[in-house]
């Protein structure tokens, strides 16, 4: 039986994750519809194909080794994974959030150099390039989060279904974006999913905590903060559903409660603050700049035709 807590974080990295790759290749294949080549589309499905393949191989190359490694090195490199894995999503989260303004753009100008050189089948590179980014950071934050959830009956294979389901919801939506719905927020829809991965990541960082207190590594703070397994406890029912999905324990110590409440405020704080727009002078610079350029080409184009 799978895991409800397990399923649905998997389900929501699965979403998350999924929704960026997907916007990404849709916007590469509706530039291509826009400009008559929608015939390299082919090229572009090779390399999403080869970048997923690639992505799947790692995740399970890891998982398996964790699995295989015997203790106290079992723990050791579990607390490790689910550190890269909540590192990769935060770096992921705060990437996202300040080149989504003009990440289609990019694409567009990889997309028309691409096709200039000559060498169409640059787009599945570029396809690939643009997924593989996501699909190993996917691939790490899955492993993260099946390793945490493994020591639950259906844990891991929880995770894994959920992240399946996210990412087929993921592809309908990338379909819908590419057949020109705009139904969906995507600002809001990014807002709200990265809370809740950021919930999810402080999770993982105190698993990880927990994992290095019990082989000693973290000599300080391993007292237990508080007890309240008797009103919600981990190991069942809806404390089990919250273990899975953001790391909660009835029985936190003293360090793995910190390490959660510190990355919670300082990650939230940084992530919910309004972005700073271009500053004015900046802006008046380019726009001072960008004409005086293009009359000094004039005037250097206009001898040469005569």
């Known amino acids: ?124 590179v570029l396809a690939f390039t643009a997924v593989i980014r996501e ?28 992240a399946l389901v996210g990412l087929s919801l993921a592809v309908v939506i990338g379909y819908g974006f590419y057949r020109g719905s705009r139904r969906l927020d995507l600002q809001a829809f990014f807002r709200w999913t990265g809370i809740a991965l950021i919930f999810i990541a402080a999770g993982l960082l105190s698993q990880a905590v927990h994992e290095f207190i019990e082989v000693g ?25 919250l273990r899975a999905l953001v790391g909660y324990s009835s029985t936190p110590e003293v360090t793995t409660l910190a390490v959660y409440v510190t990355y919670l405020v300082v990650v939230l704080t940084l992530y919910l603050r309004p972005m700073s727009p271009p500053s004015a002078g900046r802006t008046e610079t380019v726009r001072r700049t960008e004409p005086v350029e293009r009359t000094e080409a004039v005037e250097r184009a206009e001898p040469a035709q005569t």
């Open 217 to 241: 590594l973290i000599p300080i703070g391993t007292q237990t903060a508080f007890d309240i397994s008797a009103v919600l406890p981990h190991e069942e029912g809806v404390g089990q559903f």
């Open 1 to 124: 039986m799978l895991d409800a807590g397990s399923f649905t974080s998997g389900l929501l990295t699965g979403l998350r994750e999924g929704v960026e790759a997907a916007l990404i290749v849709s916007i590469i294949l509706a530039y291509l519809a826009k400009t008559g080549n929608l015939k390299h589309a082919p090229k572009i499905a090779v390399g999403v194909g080869a970048a997923v393949i690639l992505s799947l191989l790692l995740g399970i190359a890891i998982f398996v080794t964790v699995g295989g490694l015997e203790e106290p090195y079992e723990q050791l490199f579990e607390g490790v994974t689910l550190v890269v894995a909540a590192g990769v999503v935060t770096w992921m989260l705060f990437w996202m959030r300040r080149q989504a303004a003009g990440v289609g753009g990019q694409l567009r100008d990889a997309v028309d150099r691409v096709l200039s050189e000559g060498g169409a089948w640059g787009l599945a």
């Open 135 to 162: 699909g190993v950071e996917t691939a790490l934050f899955l492993v993260g989060q099946a390793t945490a959830a493994s020591k639950a009956e259906g844990g891991a294979a929880g995770v894994l279904v959920g």
